[in-house]
C-alpha cells in the first residue's frame, strides 16, 4: 500500500509540474499531497504545521531557500528550545515539499541537523568575525550582521527589527517579533552605536522597519542577509560550513568567555529554558572569572592604608 503510494503522489506532483501550475500555496499543495500518500492526520496536520511556520518565515521564498538557510532556521529552533521530535518532524515536513510538491531535490542532504542530541553549536573566533564585518561593503547589511552579532539577535529578529527599537540613552534594543510584539530587551554595543545612529539619520526613507526591503512595507529578507554573510565569509578566505546563526552563537560563548553570568546571557538571548545554555558554556572553555561590580565601586575610591 505504501508502494502504491508513492507512485501516486509522483504522477500528482508530475501533473503539476506538466500543467504549468504554478505551486505558490504550499500548504495546500502538501495537503493533496499527503492525504493521497496515506498519511496518518495527526501526522498531515504536523507536516503542515510546519510548513506554514516556515511560510510565515520566508514568504513566497520559502520554496526555493538554499541548503544554508534551511539549517539556520532548524538551529533557530534549537535556539527557542524547541524538543527533539519537533525539530525532526519540521525537517522530514521540509524534505517532503521540496521533494513530492516542489519536485526538487532534497535540500537538507546528509544526516539531520538533530541526531541522538543537540549538537554544539559552532562559533567564529574574534578576529574571524571582524574580518567578516570588513567585507562587507554595503551598510545595510554591515549592520545587520553586526547586530546580530554584538546584540545576540536571532536572523528573523534582525530583519524584523523596528526603526524605533533602538534605546540609545540606555544603550537599549527592545527586540521584537514579526509582528511587531516586545520579545525583549538586549544590549547596543558602543562600538555599534554611533555608526547605527548614522544609518538612521541620513535615510530618506519612511519604512518602519530598521532595515527596509524593496517594497514600502516590508522589511529586508533573511536570504538576502545570508547572501551577504556568504559573499564576506568567501572574501574572507574563511574556509567553514558556517550559517549566520554562528554569529549568534559567538555572542553568547564570548559573553561568557568575559565572565558575564549564564543567566544574563541566557536573558539576552531571549533562551527560555536554562539547559539551552549549556551547549554555549562547554564552547567557552576560556572562561574569565565572573564579572561582576559592585555597587560600592560606582562612588566610593579606594583608599591606600
Keep these: 500500500m505504501q508502494i502504491i503510494g508513492k507512485y501516486i503522489v509522483m504522477y500528482i506532483a508530475n501533473s503539476f509540474k506538466e500543467e504549468g501550475v504554478i505551486m505558490t500555496d504550499y500548504i495546500e499543495q502538501t495537503r493533496k499531497l499527503l492525504r493521497t500518500a496515506g498519511r496518518s492526520p495527526k501526522t498531515a496536520n504536523s507536516y503542515l504545521s510546519h510548513i506554514r511556520r516556515l511560510e510565515n518565515t ?35 515536513a521540509i524534505r ?16 539531520g541537523l538533530i541526531s541522538k542530541k543537540i549538537p554544539l553549536h559552532g562559533i567564529f573566533n574574534r578576529d574571524e568575525i571582524k574580518n567578516i ?51 525583549r530587551d538586549t544590549i547596543l554595543a558602543n562600538s555599534i552605536a554611533d555608526i547605527l545612529e548614522y544609518f538612521i539619520e541620513t535615510r530618506t526613507d519612511d519604512s518602519p522597519w530598521m532595515f527596509p526591503g524593496r517594497g514600502k512595507t516590508s522589511c529586508i529578507s533573511p536570504r538576502t542577509i545570508q547572501r551577504s554573510f556568504a559573499e564576506a565569509m568567501l572574501a574572507a578566505g574563511i574556509d567553514k560550513r558556517a550559517t549566520l546563526g554562528w554569529l549568534r552563537h559567538s555572542f553568547a560563548v564570548h559573553m561568557l568567555e568575559d565572565g558575564t553570568d549564564r543567566k544574563l546571557v541566557r536573558n539576552l538571548l531571549g533562551i527560555s529554558t536554562p539547559s539551552m545554555i549549556t551547549p554555549y558554556m562547554k564552547l567557552a572553555e576560556k572562561r574569565s572569572a565572573l564579572r561582576v561590580t559592585s555597587p560600592a565601586d560606582r562612588f566610593l575610591t579606594r583608599k591606600k592604608h
Design 58 to 92: 520566508y514568504g513566497d521564498e520559502c520554496g526555493s531557500l538554499e541548503e544554508s538557510t534551511l539549517r539556520e532556521y532548524l538551529e533557530g529552533l534549537v535556539d527557542e528550545g524547541k524538543s527533539l521530535s519537533y525539530i525532526n518532524q519540521a525537517q522530514s
Design 133 to 183: 564585518f570588513a567585507n562587507v561593503h554595503e551598510l545595510k547589511y554591515r549592520l545587520a550582521l553586526m547586530l546580530i552579532y554584538s546584540s545576540g539577535l536571532r536572523v528573523g529578529e534582525a530583519t524584523h527589527l523596528l526603526r524605533n527599537a533602538v534605546d540609545f540613552e540606555n544603550m537599549v534594543i527592545h527586540v521584537n517579533d514579526m509582528d511587531g510584539e516586545h520579545l
Design 96 to 111: 517532503f515539499m521540496y521533494k513530492h510538491v516542489l519536485q526538487k531535490d532534497n535540500p537538507l542532504p546528509g544526516p
